[in-house]
């Protein structure tokens, strides 16, 4: 399985993935304060009670407890989240890349783990493409009100798209020193 991602690392690595990171956690940040109202008694955790709602009666009681500003950052939420769709799941493919190259690189890994990277990888921009669909469920809910089947779409889309983001992370950042620490070793072998 190879991944497009690959043929950059001919280059600088650091140079592709920092700027990607900043943008990211920038994008992030930016979102965390447009979601700031949208944090409600019917909605604790803002935007995100909102994708997991998964019903008809939750998702309205989210929408019933939003004022107009609530409902217009909502909006610009979901529509600023789609910069971020595209950010977050190019960065973390790219993170899974890098370290399933290491893991394969590494003759003393498991050779699992590299194809593990790659899948990954590719489950990232997964997870982008689903949390399309649940934006766009959730405008629909949030333009035309709860109804049958969207915000159980926004959810099922919310549940795999998290699942896969945290996996990617999770090998990323557990993987990266690993593979760093067999690298340092088998340098210090060949010395």
Request: net charge neutral; proline share 5%.
């Amino acid at each position: 399985m190879r991944h497009p991602f690959e043929k950059t690392f001919a280059h600088n690595r650091w140079a592709i993935f920092l700027p990607l990171l900043v943008l990211t956690l920038s994008v992030m940040a930016v979102l965390n304060v447009i979601g700031a109202p949208l944090s409600t008694e019917a909605a604790p955790q803002g935007i995100i009670s909102y994708e997991l709602a998964g019903d008809v009666p939750t998702a309205q009681a989210i929408l019933d407890s939003w004022d107009s500003r609530a409902r217009v950052h909502a909006g610009f939420s979901l529509g600023f989240d789609f910069l971020f769709l595209a950010v977050y799941s190019i960065t973390i493919a790219y993170a899974c890349v890098w370290v399933a190259r290491g893991w394969r690189d590494s003759q003393r890994q498991p050779t699992v783990m590299a194809p593990l990277g790659l899948l990954l990888a590719w489950g990232q921009w997964l997870a982008g493409f689903l949390d399309g669909v649940e934006n766009t469920a959730l405008w629909i809910v949030l333009s035309k009100g709860a109804a049958s089947p969207w915000p159980q779409v926004a959810r099922w889309c919310a549940v795999v798209k998290f699942a896969l983001v945290i996996l990617g992370i999770v090998y990323a950042l557990l993987g990266g020193p690993w593979v760093a620490m067999g690298r340092r070793t088998k340098e210090e072998e060949v010395v």
